[in-house]
């Protein structure tokens, strides 16, 4: 039951996401939404949601592509990389040198983030739709410098390291 509210809560937060890329936006004192947030959609806005089933497949201004960010870590440059998935995920497969900061429970970690405010922060998750709404939610909370990585590490496994278990 617990995995089924987790994959309900990703879901929902999904919804948010392109929600916000279709326009609307999350005030700053605004939390991630949680597993009984869904009345709150429109109809519309749950079509629009359930007729988005793939990746983006193009970089927006608020992403970076896998090839840059390898880049970045092969010169040791000082940013912070982000995985925003579940443990479980990244127990699975995981970026070498990424901190663990689950969107479940970004908000109860905000705290522990705040030395992170004026540092480039890199957030990934499995195809960066987690990761877009993550990106968005610390920008409107203060942090100067968040991307997230197009494409989650589904797309870094095809681009960048084939090694690494997809799923």
């Known amino acids: 039951m617990n995995i089924l509210f987790r994959f309900i809560g990703g879901l929902l937060q ?6 916000i890329l279709a326009g609307c936006s999350i005030k700053p004192e605004s939390s991630i939404p949680s597993e009984g947030s869904r009345h709150d959609l429109t ?20 992403e970076i592509s896998p090839q840059d960010v390898k880049q970045k ?10 995985d925003c998935r579940e443990q479980n995920e990244y127990d699975l497969v995981h970026i070498d040198h990424s901190r663990l900061v689950p969107m479940s429970e970004l908000e109860q970690k905000a705290g ?4 992170l405010k004026d540092k480039e922060i890199v957030v990934y998750c ?23 990585m ?8 095809e681009e960048i390291d084939s090694e690494l278990q997809r799923y």
Do not use: C, Y
């Not at 522990?112 to 030395?115: G, H, S, Y």
């Not at 197009?150 to 496994?157: E, F, Y």
């Open 14 to 19: 999904f919804l948010i996401v392109v929600t």
């Open 43 to 62: 109809h519309n806005q749950q079509q629009t949601i359930s007729q988005e089933s793939k990746p983006m497949p193009l970089e927006t201004p608020l």
């Open 73 to 82: 870590l092969d010169r040791k440059e000082d940013f912070v990389l982000i």
């Open 112 to 115: 522990e983030l705040e030395d």
């Open 126 to 148: 499995h195809h960066g739709r987690r990761s877009m709404m993550v990106t968005k939610w610390m920008l409107e909370n203060g942090f100067t410098n968040v991307k997230s």
């Open 150 to 157: 197009a494409g989650g590490i589904d797309r870094w496994s």
